[in-house]
T-cell receptor, first 112, second 113 residues
């Protein structure tokens, strides 16, 4: 049972345009969500997070939106840059537990 | 910045060999984790430790064991490596339970022949 799903395995976007990566979850107990970026042969690096008490969080070019009623999370990258080309994982956790649940990842390719 | 260091970036081992993957974190984090990453499967939790000498199984513990003798060090052991354990292994740490950022090491790419 996959509690966190990233239904798009890949996405291509032109440089300068917006990239939108999506993530759906099924467990309503999740209250903290994270996005990670991963380059080949490297560990994931933390990008941005959001608590369930918010519906939006911004950090520079990155914005995460949370729609709790739809159990949907999205990451917006504006403007997209070639260096953003990587695999993006969303993750979710319920406070008071240790278990982060990761999606299967979306490979973003930003075309110059 | 928190640093999580995995001692081996690339390893090649033979079937049946014992394999040790070492991980050290330098920010006094309580929790340490071992994940493996495989294409199309995301990151799957192998084992977790919330304190010295304490461990809990994750989703895929079969064929693995762990050791945490010191707070900063968490080791993953493959007692008898098999080809289906060829993967990218990721160590991570977090400050405490719940809503915290998980910080990853650079990963260890293990190939079992």
């Amino acid at each position: 049972d996959q509690q966190v799903k990233q239904n798009s395995p890949s996405l291509s976007v032109q440089e300068g345009r917006i990239s939108i990566l999506n993530c759906d979850y099924t467990n309503s107990m999740f209250d903290y969500f994270l996005w990670y970026k991963k380059y080949p042969a490297e560990g994931p690096t933390f990008l941005i997070s959001i608590s369930s008490i918010k519906d939006k969080n911004e950090d520079g070019r990155f914005t995460v939106f949370l729609n709790k009623s739809a159990k949907h999370l999205s990451l917006h990258i504006v403007p997209s840059q070639p260096g953003d080309s990587a695999v993006y994982f969303c993750a979710a956790i319920h406070s008071g537990t240790y278990k982060y649940i990761f999606g299967t990842g979306t490979r973003l390719k930003v075309l110059a | 910045d928190v640093k999580v260091t995995q001692s081996s970036r690339y390893l090649v081992k033979r079937t049946g060999e014992k394999v040790f993957l070492e991980c050290v974190q330098d920010m006094d984090h309580e929790n340490m984790f071992w994940y493996r990453q495989d294409p199309g499967l995301g990151l799957r939790l192998i084992y977790f430790s919330y304190d010295v000498k304490m461990k809990e199984k994750g989703d895929i513990p079969e064929g693995y064991s762990v050791s945490r003798e010191k707070k900063e060090r968490f080791s993953l052991i493959l007692e008898s490596a098999s080809t289906n354990q060829t993967s990218m292994y990721l160590c991570a740490s977090s400050f405490s339970l719940g809503a915290n950022v998980l910080t990853f090491g650079a990963g260890s790419r293990l190939t079992v022949l």
